[in-house]
């Protein structure tokens, strides 16, 4: 690979439960940025408990299956996991030495953490050859305990072959690296060691993590592996990289509740750790960037922000605005309230109080200052245009629910989308028809009140349940889509 994303093909079995096996596989190379691909060699019928049953189909069709990648997609690395059968090990032998990939890491999967056998008695022998074409091997003990019967010349699998130093005896008969894992062995610590052909030895050595839920570990970090030396060139640095994201796959297994067995590794958990939090109300807004793009678009706003604007159209628009600020000040005065009564902590309650109430003012001081002026009388008693009518409906409805949370997020876009119009449409030039409104919605103090606000729905949304929290999005989304209303309104 000459840059871009690793393409690794996995080659093992299934797991429905999707903890280990070419599930488990693909999440590991999804999680190191790495293009996955699968050939299934059999079919599991597993969970969390154990395997209740293995099919193996027809060897020609994993072999159609082999060929139909390589046929068509220059593939980086192979991962060998479960191969089940003797006719299977062939299989896949035979294919790699036709189409070897400049990386091979081969899982021996013989006998799962559950303890059942997935590798039977003549498969074993027919190991010795696959083994041969890899690059790693990623034996646990009892694992490398048969590798080393077979490189001593154990053609049986029988009586276990005295040897000092198994791992170097293996990577010696077949000139390979193997990476001898202790995940499963004892102490505070897990400890797995890369041994050379040459003898040379490195430990890879991480606090042990506290928990059952280790269903695909081998699977998970071979894959973890083989994805990384693609991409970095070098086998320690991948099998230190893929150990250290196992650990945090395994500090948060115990938070995915999967199965009530030997559960699985989350793959996800480090690629969580690594991105940085993305903030419910970002969510929001790039869920209405669309709207927001035809707002600025309305003939309303281009016409303000170039002064061509009738001013009879922008008083209609004024005379509109107050009958809204009259409402949503209620609307912000009740969040002070509801602020004000909270419980879970009084100096935050006492801060989200003072703001909410400031803003209800704010709403007061505008309409006295800004509207009342320009209209001077000449709309005051305009009835209330159905457009009106209908956001403030919509902002009644979110305060019936008896969520603040929901009427927070509701009140929100009044705030965002003003403060997003104000810098959109920019300062006005001196004299400008309509400097003194686009001055104070482009205002730095504006903007200031609009971020604070955000930051206090912020706190509501990551606190709420599912449920509220996706009341609270459907609110948002419908407020938004009545300030494009409300702009449209005066030209319609």
Same mark, same amino acid.
């Given at each position: 690979?000459?840059?871009?994303?690793?393409?690794?093909?996995?080659?093992?079995?299934?797991?429905?439960?999707?903890?280990?096996?070419?599930?488990?596989?693909?999440?590991?190379?999804?999680?190191?940025?790495?293009?996955?691909? =699968? @050939?299934?060699?059999? %079919?599991? /019928?597993?969970?969390?408990? #154990?395997?209740?049953? $293995?099919? &193996?189909? *027809? !060897? +020609?069709?994993?072999?159609?299956?082999?060929?139909?990648?390589?046929?068509?997609?220059?593939?980086?690395?192979?991962?060998?996991?479960?191969?089940?059968?003797?006719?299977?090990?062939?299989?896949?032998?035979?294919?790699?030495?036709?189409?070897?990939?400049?990386?091979?890491?081969?899982?021996?999967?013989?006998?799962?953490?559950?303890?059942?056998?997935?590798?039977?008695?003549?498969?074993?022998?027919?190991?010795?050859?696959?083994?041969?074409?890899?690059?790693?091997?990623?034996?646990?003990?009892?694992?490398? =305990? @048969?590798?080393?019967? %077979?490189? /001593?010349?154990?053609?049986? #699998?029988?009586?276990? $072959?005295? &040897?000092? *130093? !198994? +791992?170097?005896?293996?990577?010696?008969?077949?000139?390979?690296?193997?990476?001898?894992?202790?995940?499963?062995?004892?102490?505070?610590?897990?400890?797995?060691?890369?041994?050379?052909?040459?003898?040379?030895?490195?430990?890879?050595?991480?606090?042990?993590?506290?928990?059952?839920?280790?269903?695909?570990?081998?699977?998970?970090?071979?894959?973890?592996?083989?994805?990384?030396?693609?991409?970095?060139?070098?086998?320690?640095?991948?099998?230190?990289?893929?150990?250290?994201?196992?650990?945090?796959?395994?500090?948060?297994?115990?938070?995915?509740?999967?199965?009530?067995?030997?559960?699985?590794?989350?793959?996800?958990?480090?690629?969580?750790?690594?991105?940085?939090?993305?903030?419910?109300?970002?969510?929001?807004?790039?869920?209405?960037?669309?709207?927001?793009?035809?707002?600025?678009?309305?003939?309303?706003?281009?016409?303000?922000?170039?002064?061509?604007?009738?001013?009879?159209?922008?008083?209609?628009?004024?005379?509109?605005?107050?009958?809204?600020?009259?409402?949503?000040?209620?609307?912000?005065?009740?969040?002070?309230?509801?602020?004000?009564?909270?419980?879970?902590?009084?100096?935050?309650?006492?801060?989200?109080?003072?703001?909410?109430?400031?803003?209800?003012?704010?709403?007061?001081?505008?309409?006295?200052?800004?509207?009342?002026?320009?209209?001077?009388?000449?709309?005051?008693?305009?009835?209330?245009?159905?457009?009106?009518?209908?956001?403030?409906?919509?902002?009644?409805?979110?305060?019936?629910?008896?969520?603040?949370?929901?009427?927070?997020?509701?009140?929100?876009?009044?705030?965002?989308?003003?403060?997003?119009?104000?810098?959109?449409?920019?300062?006005?030039?001196?004299?400008?028809?309509?400097?003194?409104?686009?001055?104070?919605?482009?205002?730095?103090?504006?903007?200031?009140?609009?971020?604070?606000?955000?930051?206090?729905?912020?706190?509501?949304?990551?606190?709420?349940?599912?449920?509220?929290?996706?009341?609270?999005?459907?609110?948002?989304?419908?407020?938004?889509?009545?300030?494009?209303?409300?702009?449209?309104?005066?030209?319609?």
């Amino acid at each position: 690979m000459t840059g871009g994303v690793p393409r690794v093909l996995s080659i093992a079995g299934t797991d429905p439960t999707g903890g280990a096996g070419v599930q488990a596989d693909l999440k590991a190379i999804a999680a190191h940025d790495g293009y996955g691909m =699968a @050939v299934v060699t059999a %079919l599991v /019928a597993q969970n969390t408990h #154990g395997v209740r049953s $293995v099919h &193996v189909p *027809d !060897p +020609a069709f994993l072999r159609e299956q082999l060929d139909a990648v390589s046929d068509d997609v220059t593939v980086d690395a192979v991962k060998t996991g479960m191969l089940g059968t003797a006719a299977v090990v062939r299989e896949v032998t035979a294919w790699l030495r036709a189409h070897r990939p400049p990386v091979v890491v081969v899982d021996p999967v013989m006998v799962a953490t559950s303890g059942d056998r997935l590798l039977d008695a003549d498969a074993v022998e027919a190991v010795r050859e696959l083994v041969g074409l890899a690059d790693l091997v990623t034996p646990n003990r009892a694992e490398l =305990a @048969v590798l080393a019967e %077979l490189a /001593a010349g154990a053609s049986d #699998g029988g009586s276990a $072959v005295d &040897v000092d *130093d !198994p +791992a170097l005896l293996v990577a010696r008969r077949w000139d390979v690296r193997v990476l001898a894992k202790g995940g499963h062995d004892g102490g505070a610590t897990a400890d797995d060691e890369l041994v050379e052909p040459s003898g040379a030895r490195r430990t890879f050595s991480a606090p042990r993590v506290a928990t059952t839920n280790t269903h695909g570990t081998g699977c998970s970090l071979s894959s973890a592996i083989a994805t990384l030396v693609v991409r970095t060139g070098d086998w320690e640095l991948a099998v230190g990289e893929a150990k250290a994201w196992l650990g945090a796959a395994l500090a948060g297994a115990d938070d995915l509740h999967v199965g009530s067995g030997n559960g699985p590794v989350d793959h996800g958990a480090a690629v969580r750790a690594l991105l940085p939090p993305v903030r419910w109300t970002d969510r929001w807004w790039t869920d209405v960037a669309g709207v927001l793009e035809e707002t600025l678009a309305t003939p309303f706003l281009v016409g303000l922000r170039d002064g061509t604007l009738s001013a009879e159209v922008f008083a209609g628009y004024l005379a509109q605005d107050v009958h809204y600020l009259r409402a949503y000040q209620g609307h912000l005065s009740a969040l002070a309230a509801a602020a004000a009564a909270s419980a879970s902590s009084a100096a935050a309650a006492s801060d989200e109080a003072a703001f909410w109430a400031g803003a209800a003012q704010g709403c007061a001081d505008e309409a006295r200052d800004l509207h009342h002026r320009r209209l001077a009388g000449s709309r005051a008693d305009d009835p209330v245009h159905p457009v009106c009518a209908g956001y403030l409906a919509h902002l009644q409805r979110a305060a019936d629910t008896g969520s603040a949370a929901v009427l927070a997020a509701a009140v929100l876009p009044c705030f965002r989308v003003y403060a997003w119009v104000g810098t959109q449409l920019g300062r006005a030039p001196e004299g400008h028809l309509f400097g003194d409104w686009l001055g104070a919605y482009g205002d730095p103090g504006f903007a200031a009140a609009s971020a604070a606000a955000t930051d206090w729905v912020e706190r509501h949304a990551a606190a709420a349940s599912a449920e509220e929290r996706g009341r609270m999005t459907a609110a948002f989304r419908a407020s938004t889509a009545w300030e494009l209303a409300f702009f449209r309104m005066p030209t319609d």
